[in-house]
């Protein structure tokens, strides 16, 4: 079945540094999405950005990922960390059924 | 944005009893979605739900849990009867409906903390 790997349980980073979070996923069909949701403290989960065109970058509130269909990833990346990142970050895919899979998550905390 | 429910936002019950957790869903979503999520742990999925019936449920989806939806009000969550192994917070999800919209909408979950 499907699965998604992220292989950073927790990411501290100095404010102002680059952040990356990993994702790799499996899956056999195709066409998949693949989901980045951000859990902030005491709210619900909600997108990020999502993608299932290959090799085009996609961007939202600063954050951006590119789907590799050659490497099966989708990592996250954001040039500057603020404060304000601090967070749970799920990526997530969609494959030809209706289940969407989760990661195990990235907790990501920003020092100042 | 679009808002997912869900009531109570923490429940204690003992084990062995019946537990009902509810999930009110973006008014024309057409797909329900339940994930658990122990202390520290993933989110895991659970179940979905369309049209009156479920679509795909996971090895965690035990005998003892329901889902419904009666006459499009509340997603419901049924475990009855809950086990220690139950205790995690649930989160409920929804989204449109083509696979085009598949954006899942979530609620803040619910806490379930069985004794």
């Known amino acids: 079945g499907d699965s998604v790997t992220q292989k950073e349980g927790l990411v501290t980073l100095t404010e102002g540094l680059p952040v990356m979070l990993n994702c790799t996923y499996q899956t056999i069909y195709s066409n998949a999405f693949l989901f980045w949701y951000v859990h902030y403290l005491n709210e619900s989960p909600r997108l990020l950005l999502k993608s299932s065109t290959d090799n085009k970058r996609t961007e939202h509130q600063g954050f951006h990922a590119t789907l590799h269909k050659s490497s099966s990833s989708f990592h996250l990346q954001k040039s500057s960390a603020q404060l304000s990142d601090s967070a749970l970050y799920y990526c997530a895919l969609s494959g030809g059924n209706e289940k969407i899979t989760f990661g195990a998550g990235t907790k990501l905390t920003i020092k100042p | 944005g679009p808002k997912v429910l869900q009531i109570p936002s923490h429940q204690i019950i003992d084990m062995g009893q019946m537990v009902t957790l509810n999930c009110d869903p973006v008014s024309n979503h057409l797909y329900f979605y339940w994930y658990k999520q122990i202390l520290g742990q993933q989110m895991e999925f659970l179940v979905n739900?369309?049209?009156?019936?479920?679509?795909?449920k996971s090895k965690l989806f035990k005998d003892q849990f329901s889902v419904e939806r009666p006459d499009g009000s509340y997603f419901t969550l049924k475990i009855q009867p809950t086990a220690l192994e139950d205790s995690a917070v649930y989160f409920c999800?929804?989204?449109?409906?083509?696979?085009?919209?598949?954006?899942?909408?979530f609620g803040a979950g619910t806490r379930l903390s069985v004794l």
């Open positions: 999800a929804s989204r449109p409906g083509r696979r085009s919209q598949n954006t899942l909408y």
């Open positions: 739900f369309y049209n009156g019936k479920v679509m795909e």
